[in-house]
């Protein structure tokens, strides 16, 4: 196969990067990515980028955050009660813990704030609202 089609199992080397290019995650050292192109396992812009390249095709492309990880969500913000917390969690600002939702389903969040009462919890994914720019390289088409 010549070009990344939907369906097309490809790997890919890529860097992402904030719009101020601090980078949050790179393929770089490590094995490219692998994944099947229309399965919804990727953000919707990356693999809207990757359709139509050719291997060994490189390219930057600049992904909104309609097409990655969405907006921030003020409902995903939460203030809870330290005296609903287990009693030997001692939580601090930045601490990453897991919520669970009413059917079981495990999220996770960001303490954001804590006071003497309360702690305020952040589910918003920590790229939600950001622009995101990516450089691919496709290095294999299957």
Known sequence: MTKVVDQSKVKVH???????????????????????????????GFE?????????ES????????EAYGERTDALIQEIPKSALPPDLQPEVGQQL?????????????????????????????LAGKNL???LKVVEIG
């Open 14 to 44: 890529y860097t992402g990067k904030l719009e101020s290019g601090e980078v949050f995650d790179s393929s770089e050292g490590r094995e490219p990515l692998a994944f099947t192109v229309g399965t919804g396992n990727m953000i919707p």
């Open 98 to 126: 897991v919520s669970k939702t009413p059917e079981g389903q495990d999220i996770p969040v960001v303490v954001t704030d804590v006071t003497n009462e309360n702690i305020t919890i952040d589910a918003n994914h920590h």
């Open 133 to 135: 720019v990516f450089d």
């Open 48 to 56: 809207k980028a990757v359709l139509g390249m050719s291997l060994e």
């Open 59 to 66: 390219k930057t492309v600049n992904i909104p955050p309609a």
